[in-house]
Each structure stands twice: as C-alpha cells, then as structure tokens.
C-alpha cells in the first residue's frame, strides 16, 4: 500500500564484497524442523525435551530471541532468508500466502531460483568449499534441490537419491524418506570423506518433528509416539550428531543449528497464549565467540553464519541482515528490524531484478 522499498533501503549485494578465507572453518549447518525454545519450557510439556542442549558446552553461544517474522514462517522461506539475506516474496503466478499446501504448484516450472541473488553457497564457493544438502524428502518438494542447486551446492541428497544409490533404512519421515537418525548418520559419512580433502559446508534439513505430532524415529529408545518423544528423538540424535563432530574434529568444523520456523499448535491452544515465542539455536565452536546483541531475524543468519566460520569481511551486513557477531547500536538495530517487518510486504521493483 505504500511505495517504502526496505528491500532497496537495507540491501548490501554480497557479491561485492572482499572475502577472505584464511582461516576459516568447515561449515555443519542444521536446520530443525519446527524447533522453537517452547520445547524446554517444564511447565508446558512437563519436562525440558531439549535437555542435552542446556549444559555446557552446548548452550554457550545463542541468541535469545531469535524471531521468526513475516515472510520466513515456512521452511523454504526460511532458507532463503538465511541463505540469502532475502524474503521469498510473491513474484507473478508463482504466490505464497492464500495458496497455503500447496508448496509444489507454486514453484512449478521454476528453472532456477533466485538467480541473480547471491547466497552462502555462493560466497563459499569463492573460498574453495563443497557445498552438500542433505535432506529427507524428495528435493523437487517447494523447490528446495532447485534452490541448492541454483546457489553454489554441489551435492543434493533427498529420497530419490538414497533410494537411488540403494540405501536401505527403516520407517519413514514427513514425505516418507528416512528419519532423522539416518540423515546424522549420512552426514558423518560425508563428513569423514571431506574432512582432510578439502573445505566444506554441509547443510541438514531435518524432518522428523513436523506437525502435527511428528514422525517416531524406530531407532529412538522411546516408543510411545507422541510428540514429546518424537522432540526429545531428534534432540538426542542430534546431540549424538553434534558430540561426534565437536570429539574428533571439534577444531575443523564449527556447527549452526536452529529451527526453521515456529512449529504450528493449534490456534486454540490457550496454554500457549502468554508464552513468549522465540526458535531455538545453538553455535558450537571450540573458539570463544562474543554475540552483541539477543535479538536477530533469519536474514541476519547470514552474515552472522559467514562471521562464524571465520570468514573475513570488511562489513557486518550481508543481504539485509546484520551479523549477530559484530558490533552495532542497538536501538539503530531495532528500528530497521522493525521497518523492515512493516515494510517488507511492499512492492520491491529492486526484488524483482533478482
């Protein structure tokens, strides 16, 4: 309704940008399905079922209010978002909003996505890194493989892949590829390939905890299936995931994980109504690593994912995100995360040329 182009306003192109790799780490980045701090609160569920992410050294580097906003509610969204520093706006047929669950049509003869956007996969390649998608479902689902592949991603693994490849696995996650147990276990192997042949950036999209009560791993200890224990799954697998990367190449590979995006209850849910939101993530590095401030979006994931892994740039923007690991002013912050919040919705002429 107004002419205001946030987009236009904030932008930082990172491929103008000078980068420097020198010492720059492996990258392991996991995205959670659904995974929001909600899950930690007793007086909710009874008990923290993200308990092995609350001791050290494991809840050392977080942002306390990681929000989710307009236009980064859905996981595509929220992958671009943080791959990009870029909102998934509605561009021409291709609509997101009234056509909810209807994920394949909107991205329908799609060839490449985003092209002209320049995202993570994009800067790393400048520094030499393999770039892997390790998922689920079969990638053609929203248009994921098609993003990875259109930004830097070398190798894009979902359910046609592994059952290609003849991997066997037993039950079925959301879009009945392999659960979240297989996915960790998948990646180690990747891992244990690349880690002395060259740099890389694996990328996890886990599926197991998708609403509305999740998908029971046959490999976890619990077996009562119901959403408490198919949280408390994937987070145990994932700690077992997390503590064999942080043992055996904990100085190589720095890990990111958070959710990607606030998992759905019921509107109704009155228990829910006075609960402060916020997605759950974690930083694991054995460096010490300074966070200047708690609040942060999707599109500051960016940069602040770049700063993370000791990639060395002369800026602490990225897209239109601002890295959570360098200095700002917090109220200057403030206003441009909310400007942009009211604002991104805009026609953007300058969004369009991406």
Not at 119 to 144: D, M, R
């Amino acid at each position: 309704s107004n002419n205001y182009d946030v987009i236009e306003k904030y932008y930082v192109g990172p491929k103008n940008i000078d980068y420097n790799f020198t010492d720059s780490k492996n990258l392991v980045l996991i995205y959670v399905e659904s995974l929001e701090n909600i899950f930690s609160d007793k007086t909710v569920f009874g008990e923290n079922l993200l308990s092995e992410f609350y001791s050290q050294p494991y809840n050392k580097i977080e942002f306390k209010n990681l929000k989710q906003t307009i236009l980064t509610n859905w996981t595509i969204a929220s992958i671009v978002a943080s791959q990009c520093g870029l909102p998934l706006k509605n561009v021409g047929i291709f609509s997101f909003g009234k056509n909810k669950g209807k994920h394949q049509r909107q991205v329908f003869g799609m060839k490449k996505f985003l092209p002209n956007a320049f995202c993570l996969g994009e800067v790393l390649k400048i520094g030499n890194y393999k770039n892997v998608f390790i998922s689920s479902p079969n990638v053609n689902f929203s248009g994921t493989g098609n993003f990875f592949k259109t930004h830097g991603y070398d190798e894009v693994y979902g359910k046609e892949e592994y059952d290609s490849l003849g991997y066997l696995y037993e039950g079925s996650s959301w879009g009945n590829g392999p659960n979240d147990s297989f996915l960790f276990n998948f990646s180690i192997d990747r891992i244990d390939k690349l880690i002395n042949k060259e740099k890389f950036n694996i990328t996890i999209l886990t599926t197991d905890t998708h609403e509305p009560k999740g998908f029971l791993d046959p490999n976890c200890k619990h077996k009562e299936h119901n959403l408490n224990n198919v949280i408390k799954c994937t987070s145990e697998e994932l700690f077992k995931f997390v503590k064999y990367i942080d043992t055996n190449y904990g100085d190589k590979i720095n890990i990111v994980i958070f959710g990607d995006h606030q998992f759905r209850f019921k509107n109704n849910r009155e228990i829910f109504k006075d609960k402060e939101r916020s997605i759950f993530n974690r930083f694991i590095s054995n460096e010490d690593k300074k966070i200047y401030r708690n609040t942060i979006n999707y599109y500051d994931l960016f940069p602040t994912i770049v700063d993370f892994i000791d990639v060395k740039f002369n800026d602490k923007r990225l897209g239109i995100g601002v890295s959570g690991f360098k200095e700002v002013d917090n109220d200057i912050y403030l206003k441009r995360f909310n400007q942009i919040e009211e604002n991104v919705l805009n026609r953007s002429n300058f969004y369009e040329l991406f």
